[in-house]
């Protein structure tokens, strides 16, 4: 079995206050797993350690990520090694289109893979681009937009998923996806993701208080956390039953 996150006995603290107490996770290639567990149970905590927020101190533990510690790097080098945070991204950027803005993450993920990597010739990123928007049903007209400026909230979210796409990263953590999205648009960045996973073994970390976004993206795993701790790991019918029985059961 290849891993390629595992993570051990992580302690996470925020102005001193410990607020994760020893978090064990593995995640192999390809797989996707869901963390669930209830507001304030500290789940977006976890998603900002992995990705190394200077806010969220780690004070004890490990974060591998193929085989290499990540507790040391900066996010982007550990974007640039290949996770992906989904949904944390910047406000409209005035005046850089989809397309410029992907071009150059692109062009930052490949040098950081190989330092002799050249930049991609101009119809080479297009090939790589429009190839990426046709596997996801993306209208190639959207890679000129202005990013983020105006766009609803489905919107954003396609184009997060397109930078996902473009970016291809090993593992991708999406944290709280489904808050204030429509049928309609959670179906899109499902199936984005669905794609993803299908084509490239992408891994996911899904982090989420509600049942709702699994129904969508079928996890192998799912693990529980409440007041710092994962308490429970299953399969998908773990996801069932909190969304029969809440998460009362699983207090102490
Ligand atoms: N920036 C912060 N400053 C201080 N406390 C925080 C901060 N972010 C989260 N917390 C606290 O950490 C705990 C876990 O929060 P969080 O990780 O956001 O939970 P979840 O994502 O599961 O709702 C909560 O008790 C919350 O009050
Ligand atoms: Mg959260």
């Known amino acids: 079995m290849d891993i390629q996150l595992e993570i ?24 996707v797993h869901a963390i669930m567990g209830p507001n304030g149970s500290g789940k977006s905590t976890l998603s900002q350690a992995i990705f190394g927020h200077p806010k969220y101190a780690i004070t004890g533990g490990s974060i591998n990520f193929k085989g290499q510690d990540i507790v040391a790097l900066a996010p982007d080098k550990r974007a640039n090694l ?11 950027v005035p005046g850089v289109k989809i397309s410029t803005f992907l071009k150059q993450a692109v062009n930052a993920r490949r040098r950081a893979t190989d330092p002799d990597a050249k930049v991609l010739k101009i119809r080479e990123y297009r090939e790589l681009l429009e190839g990426t928007m046709d596997t996801l049903h993306m209208k190639r007209e959207f890679a000129d937009r202005y990013l983020n400026d105006g766009f609803s909230g489905g919107e954003k979210k396609k184009s997060e998923i397109l930078q996902m796409a473009v970016l291809n990263p090993d593992i991708a953590v999406v944290d709280e996806i489904d808050s204030g999205l429509d049928v309609d648009a959670l179906r899109v960045v499902a199936a984005g993701i669905n ?58």
């Open 82 to 92: 290949g996770l992906f945070l989904a949904f944390q991204s910047p406000n409209a």
């Open 195 to 252: 794609t993803l996973r299908e084509q490239n073994q992408m891994g996911v970390l899904i982090i989420t208080h509600y049942p709702r976004i699994l129904k969508y993206i079928e996890p192998d795993a799912v693990h529980i956390m409440m007041d710092g701790n994962i308490v429970n790991s299953g399969d998908k019918s773990l996801a069932h039953k909190i969304e029969e029985q809440g998460y009362d059961w699983l207090r102490a």
């Open 8 to 31: 051990r006995d992580l302690t996470v603290a925020i102005d001193e206050v410990e607020i994760l107490h020893g978090i064990n996770l593995t995640v192999p290639k390809g797989e």
